[in-house]
């Protein structure tokens, strides 16, 4: 039982270049989030989805996109990365009825 | 103010000693309190899940929530230095859908010391 998987776990990038950050879960989760973490902020929502093909703003979206196309994935996506995208990022998901949140091991992202 | 405050620590505790975290919160809608624990180089995982209020006991783990005085609780009886972790309390409304998010407290870093 995977639960939610991140990919890749860590990531260096430069300055202006792309990349997307993927999330898998295999429980059938309707939800799904997208946090970054940094010291002394705790946990920052930056988009989530409530059902396939479906997406919303968080707490702290600019610079970030994401898509579900798929129910069990969930992409997030750095069209132009900048060193204030230096975090660790988890992703999360839980079904609808339910409050309890599962959540990934995590991606650390550089930005340099 | 923000929605939910938790003291920032970090906090030390010689092992077997008892240990209080604490979040306060503003939103009077929040009727669903979660404490997660983090180990280093971790994602989050649920350690206790409370609706609305009262105490729930998992062994050596207690969650109490005051919902008049918009604070919550979470005791760890004799603590372990297999407790060092990061403590983050979560809270949510009732609703449904798209505004039914968690809201986290920013975590507090707690060190058992041998």
């Known amino acids: 039982n995977a639960g939610v998987t991140q990919t890749p776990k860590f990531r260096v990038l430069k300055t202006g270049q792309s990349m997307t950050l993927l999330c898998a879960q295999d429980m059938n989760h309707e939800y799904m989030y997208w946090y970054r973490q940094d010291p002394g902020m705790g946990l920052r929502l930056i988009h989530y989805s409530v059902g396939e093909g479906t997406t919303a703003k968080g707490e702290v979206p600019d610079g970030y996109n994401v898509s579900r196309l798929k129910k069990q994935n969930f992409l997030l996506g750095l069209e132009s990365a900048a060193p204030s995208q230096t975090s660790v990022y988890f992703c999360?998901?839980?079904?609808?009825?339910?409050?309890?949140?599962?959540f990934g091991q995590g991606t650390r992202l550089t930005v340099v | 103010q923000k929605e939910v405050e938790q003291d920032p620590g970090p906090l030390s505790v010689p092992e077997g000693a008892i240990v209080s975290l604490n979040c306060t919160y503003s939103?009077?809608?929040?009727?669903?309190f979660m404490w997660y624990r983090q180990y280093s180089r971790k994602g989050p995982e649920l350690l206790m899940y409370t609706y609305s209020s009262g105490n729930k006991e998992d062994g050596r783990f207690t969650a109490q929530v005051d919902k008049s005085s918009k604070y919550i609780s979470l005791f760890i009886r004799d603590s372990q230095p297999s407790d060092s972790a990061t403590y983050l309390c979560?809270?949510?409304?009732?609703?449904?859908?798209?505004?039914?998010?968690?809201?986290f407290g920013k975590g507090i870093t707690l060190s058992v010391r041998p």
């Open positions: 979560a809270m949510s409304e009732p609703r449904t859908g798209a505004n039914s998010k968690l809201t």
């Open positions: 999360a998901s839980r079904m609808s009825g339910d409050r309890k949140a599962f």
């Open positions: 939103n009077s809608a929040f009727q669903y």
